[in-house]
């Protein structure tokens, strides 16, 4: 029974964290896929998963698909793309073409994708991040569509004494529609506000009486729930919803609003994505809050657990999680979407930028700065993993833990 209890632990840790994983990387790369195939680049292979092949077979047009053995993402691999982390100079161009010449003929120079037109080729690289947008999108319409959304309305219940809100003039009963320009409809949409502009005076509007008042209030800077059971640094303002059962509501969308309402969750997923690193540059916040994927590891088990709770047979606890795991899948696509757009070589960004310089310059960049550019971009990318990874095991209290240990 220990040994059983042992494996079931570890996987109801480590599938809920693959199920995220594959999805989200699976759709970057078929995002490449099909514009590649768009514009007739010759694809070699598609795979799901990496290291020995479980299970693999080939298209009428040639390409190899597989599924790896090792779950972790996926990867598409252009004809001829031995480097995928390159971008080819000019004299790498001209062997290229001389030996697709020799072995192929004239005619097959234009199936590969390093001699496809620069618009093409930079199509391509941003169809990786756009296909993250997009699947957040359907994700989340497909949730407001079949299921809908229960909220809390942002109306007032109690205001805590002293607090920055009670400072603001806030009263319970308030109604509050705006803040810091968003649009709030929910005290979820609210809390989302609040939580990444701690110290930040933020203007309020508001219904009380009948009129429409405009606040101030600055959140003081606190521990708050991360919706996991967790805890994290955030705003604090001192304000609490209704907690009775019919202060809920379930609103309906048809598909109109369902697709309205999922691209505007995507959008604020990103603006505050955006607006939380802009001020982490700025040196105003920490750091932090930044997850590496033992991080990701542990929300995604989180959500897991709390998606099976209360649900009844085995069939209940796993579509419950599903459905809980779509919602961190449609979040985290934002997150990948937005670090592949990253201007940093080795990352669909930096691609995008060394054509934007042979864009101007009317040649690649050359072989010796890319292979610098590059080590400079792992290295960035090694040391922001090695940071997150950080954060996730002080969040766990592994540190603590060692510390215990040895003092």
């Not at 840790?13 to 099909?34: D, R, S, Y």
């Not at 994700?139 to 004494?161: D, H, N, Q």
Request: aromatic share 10%; proline share 5%.
């Amino acid at each position: 029974m220990p040994l059983l209890a042992l494996v079931h632990g570890a996987l109801s840790w480590v599938l809920p964290f693959l199920f995220v994983l594959t999805i989200v990387v699976t759709v970057h790369e078929f995002g490449h896929f099909l514009v590649a195939k768009a514009c007739g680049v010759a694809v070699d292979r598609f795979s799901i998963g990496f290291g020995r092949a479980i299970a693999q077979w080939r298209d009428r047009s040639g390409t190899e698909w597989r599924i790896g053995w090792i779950p972790l993402g996926g990867y598409v691999r252009f004809a001829g793309d031995e480097n995928v982390s390159s971008v080819p100079d000019s004299e790498d161009l001209a062997e290229l073409r001389r030996e697709i010449i020799a072995h192929e003929g004239l005619a097959a120079v234009r199936r590969y994708f390093h001699f496809k037109p620069l618009w093409q080729r930079a199509l391509v690289v941003a169809a990786g991040p756009l296909a993250n947008f997009v699947l957040s999108i359907v994700v989340f319409t497909s949730v407001f569509l079949f299921l809908g959304e229960t909220v809390v309305p942002a109306r007032i219940e109690t205001v805590s004494p002293g607090s920055p809100a009670a400072a603001a003039g806030f009263q319970p009963g308030d109604l509050i529609t705006r803040a810091a320009g968003h649009r709030i409809e929910s005290f979820e949409d609210l809390r989302e506000v609040i939580v990444v502009r701690a110290k930040v005076p933020i203007r309020f509007e508001l219904q009380r009486g009948g009129q429409t008042i405009v606040l101030t209030a600055t959140p003081s800077d606190g521990l708050v729930n991360d919706g996991l059971g967790g805890r994290q640094h955030g705003g604090l303002l001192g304000l609490a919803p209704p907690h009775t059962a019919d202060a809920l509501i379930h609103k309906r969308y048809d598909p109109a609003q369902a697709v309205v309402r999922g691209a505007r969750m995507t959008w604020d997923v990103l603006d505050t994505t955006l607006y939380y690193l802009g001020r982490v540059v700025r040196g105003q916040v920490s750091a932090n809050q930044l997850s590496g994927p033992l991080g990701i590891a542990e929300a995604s088990h989180a959500l897991a657990k709390a998606g099976a709770a209360g649900e009844q047979g085995l069939g209940e606890q796993l579509a419950g999680s599903v459905i809980a795991l779509l919602g961190m899948v449609a979040v985290y696509s934002v997150g990948i979407g937005f670090l592949n757009l990253l201007p940093i070589p080795v990352l669909d960004g930096g691609h995008l930028l060394f054509y934007a310089y042979e864009a101007v310059a009317r040649r690649p960049v050359g072989a010796a700065v890319q292979a610098a550019s590059y080590r400079v971009g792992l290295a960035l990318l090694v040391g922001l993993m090695l940071f997150a990874t950080t954060n996730d095991l002080q969040r766990s209290g592994v540190f603590h833990f060692l510390d215990g240990l040895f003092s």
